[in-house]
């Protein structure tokens, strides 16, 4: 692979706990991770292994009980909450299990709520055409597949032209052929864009998309494999 890209991500003994009545729950246990600038990267593991905690503390959404976490070489965990969602806004795109379209706007209109507030973002049609969707620009989510709700938020997510996406069960709600679709929008973006994408899944098939499965079993990181080609998306079925 010869140099690796520089790290988008590191972490250092990242740790989280969560206190429920006089109960203790370690979602997360030290754990040492880089992931560098347009990888493609599937976090893969059971219920309760750590991945949501993961993702949200790399988002900005989540602090760490302890640990660090460097974006671009800045301590994220040193951030105070204006400071933290600056980070988010421009840096990081999220997309989750359920669309969370607006039911009375378009397509185009959910996409262009974000370009709006965004410094340099794409036009909302350039977005949708990134997720082959350029073709229901002004259909309503009631008129649209779960598989095209989902593709018109990845492109919302991408239209602010973020560095990191990050992907939580994208297709958990989907059939394996129309989440398929949606791995493909989020291959191109990857590939055209060079976004950093981090996707959960307990869903093994979709791992060999990635240039890096990293697997989690109760909040600690039990293997990583590193792919030295990626498969296709539209290769995958589960």
Not at 109 to 123: F, H, K, R, W, Y
Not at 128 to 135: H, P, R, T
Not at 138 to 146: K, M, N, V
Not at 182 to 200: D, H, Q, S, Y
Request: charged share 25%; proline share 4%; aromatic share 6%.
């Amino acid at each position: 692979m010869g140099d690796k890209p520089p790290a988008a991500f590191r972490t250092h003994d990242l740790s989280k706990v969560y206190a429920t009545g006089e109960t203790e729950v370690h979602a997360l246990r030290g754990v040492n991770l880089e992931i560098h600038d347009s990888e493609m990267i599937v976090l893969l593991g059971p219920s309760g292994s750590g991945k949501s905690t993961l993702l949200n503390i790399l988002g900005g959404l989540d602090q760490p009980s302890s640990g660090q976490v460097f974006f671009h070489g800045q301590e994220l965990t040193a951030f105070d909450d204006k400071a933290l969602t600056h980070f988010r806004r421009e840096n990081v795109g999220f997309i989750f299990q359920f669309y969370n379209l607006i039911p009375s706007l378009t397509a185009r209109e959910n996409v262009a709520l974000v370009t709006e507030i965004a410094d340099d973002p794409m036009s909302a049609e350039e977005a949708l055409d990134l997720v082959s969707m350029g073709d229901r620009l002004d259909h309503f989510p009631a008129q649209l597949s779960g598989g095209q709700q989902q593709r018109v938020a990845v492109a919302r997510a991408v239209a602010k032209r973020p560095g990191v996406l990050l992907c939580d069960e994208p297709t958990g709600a989907l059939d394996s052929s129309t989440g398929v679709e949606v791995l493909e929008a989020l291959e191109r973006v990857n590939k055209e864009l060079g976004t950093t994408t981090i996707i959960i899944t307990h869903n093994a098939g979709i791992a060999d998309m990635s240039d890096r499965v990293i697997s989690l079993a109760d909040g600690q990181i039990s293997h990583i494999e590193t792919h030295k080609t990626r498969r296709p998306a539209r290769e995958l079925s589960w």
